[in-house]
């Protein structure tokens, strides 16, 4: 059984406190997900009430993936309080450390990210770059896997995290099972883009919602970018704009991320060769499927397949 913490500090954010339990609590057969603050008691919140938890930072020792939620990052503002840095010290060294929204500071601020690559959500990245300059920070990401050590940007980035790493552990299957029962989408790539100062679509303007749908079940097809925006009935620069103001990336850039997902899912649920493969998510090629696979994650087929093939549970 694959035991969660999750650390609750002073000003938590309730919403992405919860959001473990959500995510990895819908898989009980796989792991057990604890609450604990430093010293067992009550702590307050970011919103007008104050949560008990059921542990002490003495629960951090058993752990094999610590989650700190966003919290009042003033408390880190003259370095890290003896209590907490007490309570990191409790963590095993081979335990992944996951920080979601700006709790980032706080792995920052302990020297964990240091000559690292991490992300946060924008509105910190300004402080955050002046005040830990040995992090490499990337704002303009959902989240990032670094090994055992993971940072996300805002709540929705932290929910993509938490399904990321679902997926790392027991295959897309189950990630996506958890996804449909938390009626969330079942991925978004971590080099996604962070929505920053994005407007919400006026309701009398077309969205491209419907082509995405219509794209998602076409996959297969060689669609482009004109494919698309001729089925939005719009120009291309237009649907481009579009696109973008509503998903974070360009046309092209969603395609093919959605190609990847789906052949990703094909590798780890099926035996069907890398050419096959290719050709049912609308590349040309095996070896275009190769190619986009390792710029997205680093590794070819063969080796994705090694890792990550599960049976389903």
């Given amino acids: 059984m694959h035991r969660v913490v999750v650390l609750a500090l002073p000003g938590v954010y309730p919403f992405e406190l919860g959001m473990p339990r959500r995510i990895f609590g819908a898989l009980p ?34 752990a094999d993936t610590v989650v700190i939620p966003p919290f009042d990052v003033s408390l880190v503002a003259d370095g890290l309080p003896a209590p907490v840095v007490d309570a990191l010290a409790l963590v095993p060294t081979n335990a992944r450390i996951v920080s979601i929204c700006t709790s980032a500071v706080l792995l920052a601020a302990a020297g964990l990210l240091d000559g690292r690559p991490a992300t946060t959500h924008w509105k910190l990245s300004e402080r955050f770059r002046r005040e830990y300059p040995a992090v490499q920070l990337d704002d303009d990401v959902l989240f990032v896997d670094d090994g055992n050590v993971l940072t996300s940007a805002g709540a ?35 080099g996604q883009a962070q929505y920053i100062d994005q407007p919400v679509p006026d309701a009398s303007i077309a969205s491209t919602s419907a082509t995405r749908q219509w794209a998602m079940e076409r996959l297969h097809l060689p669609l482009t970018q004109t494919d698309l925006a001729d089925h939005a009935r719009m120009s291309l ?33 099926s035996d069907l060769s890398v050419d096959r493969i290719a050709g049912q998510v609308g590349f040309a090629t095996g070896t275009s499927l190769r190619q986009h696979l390792r710029n997205a ?7 994705y397949r090694r890792t990550f093939s599960k049976p389903a549970r």
């Fill in 297 to 303: 994650i680093g590794v070819s087929p063969v080796t």
């Fill in 237 to 269: 620069r237009t649907f481009a704009r579009r696109f973008r103001d509503e998903v974070g990336t360009s046309p092209g850039r969603w395609l093919i991320q959605q190609r990847v997902a789906r052949a990703r899912e094909l590798l780890e649920s």
């Fill in 29 to 62: 057969d796989h792991y057990e997900v604890l609450t604990c603050t430093v010293d067992g008691q009550p702590v307050t919140t970011n919103a007008d009430f104050v949560i008990s938890v059921g542990h002490d930072s003495e629960v951090l020792a058993t």
């Fill in 156 to 190: 929705a980035a932290g929910v993509d995290m938490c399904l990321h790493l679902v997926r790392n552990d027991h295959g897309s299957q189950v990630a996506n099972r958890v996804a449909r029962e938390c009626v969330v989408p079942p991925w978004r790539e971590g």
